[in-house]
């Protein structure tokens, strides 16, 4: 199983938005989004929200997700 790692982090300072923004703009759970940040490496995510703070970046899922181990 593969790791990633989710740039919610650096997408959010580059917008100057904060966790509780991304959370609002994207329909996530805000607790869900600060564990996404937390972790460095994550072996499951809710891809439906993963789509969700993308879609809330305007950016793809490839900007969002760095895969970290196959």
């Known amino acids: 199983m593969g790791y990633v ?4 982090r650096e997408l959010a300072d580059q917008k100057g938005w904060t966790l509780k923004e991304i959370a609002e ?4 759970n805000y607790n869900t989004v600060k564990s996404y940040v937390q972790r460095d490496a994550l072996n499951t995510v809710d891809l439906s929200a993963v789509f969700k703070i993308a879609s809330a970046f305007e950016v793809t899922l490839e900007d969002l997700v760095e895969v970290l181990q196959d």
Do not use: A, D
């Open 25 to 28: 703009r994207s329909g996530v």
């Open 5 to 8: 790692r989710l740039r919610i």
